[in-house]
């Protein structure tokens, strides 16, 4: 069973509904039949999967499998010409900034500015979401706190090591409160230390802020028995469902081979190492 | 969540927000722009340059006749003063350009375009951004040319300032078109040999285009296609208190084109980013 298919269909979320109430809604995300081509080359093929709200996703594909496309055309850096994607019932399409201002991104690349402070960049970024000023300073001191970098907020970012800069990346994405959050290969480069301690953190962000998180990596040791799983290879999307479906539907004893009976690659091909993508 | 930030999440888009987010984009800017002191500098000594070296030697050569705005003779610094102030414009508007594909390259565009605000208003805030910055290296450039002999009236001064806000939309709006076809970072080296230099030069900044007809004529015609002289008779007839219909009429048609072409190009649907890939795309 998919996990698509395991949620009830339902279209009819209202656009009226107030943010706050948004986290109630049937889907967090829901993406269906989309396509997407850069001139031949087919990076998206109808894809389809959803989204629980409060649900830890992990996306997973080799590089180059359409994890990114998948993650631009959600944020709308460009747009998709089939198919849909609802963020809490928001076309991205037809209401994309109902939709933008429910997501929290954190790109694969690294984003903040590396000459301007820590809080500088966090009080940038609060702006762009219509802040004032003092609600922006108050978001972005309880934010900092949270992932324990208050007293690094006026240092410049670039005195930050390569996990601080993504904890500061992840605190400046959930200023505005999304009920989402979307996060690109977010452990990439980075040391043991620092990628366990951004799982944990964004788990517990799931868990204690009933947080929707779509969590897109390569890596197959940061699939856990609790997330959702869905696979994609070469813009495909090749199984959705728990953890346990998936290898059920395998019929694999562990992820990995699970997944490399899914992209027929051999196991040992895969980056377990945390390395560059 | 309070009630309080529940409100504050919906007054997210309103008018003030829309504010908001305009004086965040222009503040990073100007930020950024104080920070790189070298590029404060280089934006100054530029037009010193030409002010300084280039206009003393040509006093001499090039004798400037009496006509409008002036009422007298004039010297030839007084005369090119305009001419560097646009050209002042023209550098920051290709430097901002450089900006956006720097942003672009670093991921900064991408944290500015999944802003929930529309993207024709988060594309004019960053133009409004780069204005804010180029009208300050103008005040320092006037600042410093009015010990230079190169006095207008004092409320020329102020009369300026709306036709540098539409010279410098206009230049910055070409040049964040031009972003939008550059993949990286070097390819502003062919912007300046492309577009800079012969805005520049083909031009009425450095010689009233009366002189220029008289050596060539069709040099004289494409003096007269280029939107970069009417940028400069805009700000001449301003710092002298006029107003250049002709001038205000061609550069702001530019602009709108500009603008209209940047705002497509970077449209998520329909411009050239999406047929290439995106922000950043490979």
């Keep these: ?277 | 969540m309070t009630q309080a930030s529940e409100q504050e999440e919906a007054k997210g888009l309103s008018f003030s927000g829309y504010l908001h987010c305009m004086r965040g984009i222009v503040w990073r800017e100007a930020l950024r722009f104080l920070q790189q002191r070298e590029r404060f500098i280089a934006a100054l000594v530029r037009p010193l340059v030409w002010l300084f070296i280039f206009a003393a030697g040509f006093r001499s050569v090039l004798g400037v006749s009496i006509i409008p705005p002036y009422e007298t003779y004039v010297l030839y610094e007084v005369y090119v003063t305009p001419g560097l102030v646009a050209m002042i414009q023209l550098f920051n508007g290709m430097q901002s350009s450089l900006s956006m594909v720097y942003d672009r390259e670093m991921g900064n565009m991408r944290t500015l375009l999944v802003s929930p605000f529309p993207r024709w208003f988060l594309l004019t805030s960053k133009l409004m951004a780069g204005v804010a910055v180029s009208l300050l290296q103008v005040a320092v450039f006037l600042a410093i040319t009015w010990f230079w002999e190169v006095e207008p009236p004092l409320w020329g001064y102020l009369a300026v300032i709306p036709a540098l806000i539409l010279s410098g939309l206009m230049l910055g709006a070409l040049g964040m078109l031009l972003s939008s076809g550059i993949k990286q970072l070097e390819n502003f080296a062919g912007i300046m040999n492309f577009v800079i230099f012969p805005m520049f030069f083909a031009s009425s900044a450095l010689y009233p285009l009366w002189r220029m007809k008289e050596t060539s004529p069709l040099l004289y015609e494409i003096c007269l296609l280029n939107p970069f002289t009417y940028v400069v008779e805009l700000i001449r007839y301003a710092l002298y208190g006029q107003l250049n219909l002709e001038a205000l009429a061609v550069v702001a048609g530019f602009t709108i084109l500009f603008l209209g072409g940047a705002i497509f190009a970077y449209n998520p649907s329909k411009g050239l980013i999406a047929r290439r890939g995106g922000p950043g795309g490979k």
Excluded at chain 1, 55 to 83: D, E, M, P, Q, W
Excluded at chain 1, 203 to 210: G, S, V, Y
Excluded at chain 1, 215 to 230: C, N, R, S, Y
């Design chain 1, 1 to 277: 069973m998919t996990a698509s298919q395991a949620v009830p269909q339902d279209e009819t979320v209202p656009a009226e509904v107030k943010a706050s109430d948004q986290k109630d809604a049937t889907r967090a995300l829901e993406v269906a039949g989309l396509t997407h081509a850069f001139g031949a080359n087919k990076a998206l093929d109808d894809v389809s999967f959803s989204i629980a709200p409060s649900r830890f996703c992990v996306l997973l594909g080799l590089n180059g499998a359409g994890k990114t496309t998948l993650f631009s055309l959600i944020t709308r850096l460009y747009s998709n010409t089939s198919g849909a994607i609802r963020v809490y019932g928001h076309d991205v399409r037809r209401a994309p900034g109902e939709a933008l201002q429910r997501l929290g991104v954190v790109f694969q690349q690294r984003t903040l500015d590396l000459d301007l402070t820590v809080m500088q960049n966090l009080l940038y970024h609060a702006a762009l979401h219509g802040f004032t000023p003092r609600e922006a300073r108050r978001r972005a001191e309880a934010q900092l706190e949270r992932v324990k970098l208050a007293d690094r907020a006026k240092e410049k970012a670039r005195r930050l090591s390569g996990g601080q800069m993504r904890r500061v990346e992840i605190a400046r994405a959930l200023l505005h409160n999304p009920h989402m959050l979307l996060l690109d290969e977010p452990t990439v480069g980075l040391d043991i230390d620092s990628r366990r301690d951004i799982v944990e953190h964004t788990t517990a962000l799931c868990q204690d802020e009933k947080l929707a998180v779509l969590w897109a990596t390569h890596l197959i040791d940061e699939v856990t028995p609790a997330k959702q799983v869905v696979v994609m290879h070469h813009g495909k999307v090749v199984a959705d469902g728990s953890h346990d479906e998936v290898l059920c539907a395998t019929g694999a004893g562990d992820i990995g081979a699970a997944f490399a009976a899914l992209t027929q690659a051999k196991s040992d091909s895969l980056s377990l190492d945390g390395g560059g993508a």
